[in-house]
T-cell receptor, first 116, second 114 residues
């Protein structure tokens, strides 16, 4: 079935370590996004990519990095520079990027990162 | 910049009763409005959207939402609630004048009691 696969579902990190969250989609969508979810705050955009080899910062990009080498893949690295990384991370895709059209987002199941 | 507000953190209804989850928005251009549902430790699932046309939009699982331009609202409704509808609901908005951004509300937790 088509969809978005995020891994790992749960991840524990020690302070000072970088971690990478995987996001793969087989929906043939051009646009992909990373959101962070904290209790009571809704979703906040970290990075988005409209096309391969291109990505843009969202509202809270500091301490995060991404790459988009393939259409299907959009991994997120949480670096040691991110001061409060414990959160639920959601990857999403859409058939059109947010600058054109009005397509809805399709979400993965999320990755919960806990810093020990 | 566009924004969306969900004024209720929590909504409680009895099974079989109608439910309403409220959402108001602010945009510069025309709004594109969305509702999503999230179950515990899961991703968000799309329920319905309003782009243009009929103000009453029907979506998945018997949900519907009414777009009201004068009140800048897009409330989610269901005529008869089920216990399985208990979840976290998010309203989201995109602005036709600033389409590079989808803003989410803080979410409303719906609890349907038997």
């Amino acid at each position: 079935d088509g969809g978005i696969t995020q891994s790992p579902k749960y991840l524990f990190r020690k302070e000072g370590q970088n971690v990478t969250l995987s996001c793969e989609q087989n929906l043939n969508h051009d646009a992909m996004y990373w959101y962070r979810q904290d209790p009571g705050q809704g979703l906040r955009l970290i990075y988005y990519s409209q096309i391969v080899n291109d990505f843009q910062k969202g509202d809270i990009a500091e301490g995060y990095s991404v790459s988009r080498e393939k259409k299907e893949s959009f991994p997120l690295t949480v670096t040691s520079a991110q001061k409060n990384p414990t959160a639920f991370y959601l990857c999403a895709s859409s058939i059109d990027h947010l600058g054109a059209g009005a397509g809805e987002l399709f979400f993965g199941e999320g990755s919960r990162l806990t810093v020990l | 910049a566009q924004s969306v507000a969900q004024p209720e953190d929590q909504v409680n209804v009895a099974e079989g009763n109608p439910l309403t989850v409220k959402c108001t928005y602010s945009v510069s251009g025309n709004p594109y409005l969305f509702w999503y549902v999230q179950y515990p430790n899961r991703g968000l699932q799309f329920l319905l959207k309003y782009i243009t046309g009929d103000n009453l939009v029907k979506g998945s699982y018997g949900f519907e939402a009414e777009f009201n331009k004068s009140q800048t609202s897009f409330h989610l409704k269901k005529p008869s609630a089920l216990v399985s509808d208990s979840a976290l609901y998010f309203c989201a908005v995109r602005d036709s004048w600033n389409n590079n951004d989808m803003r989410f509300g803080a979410g409303t937790r719906l609890t349907v009691k038997p």
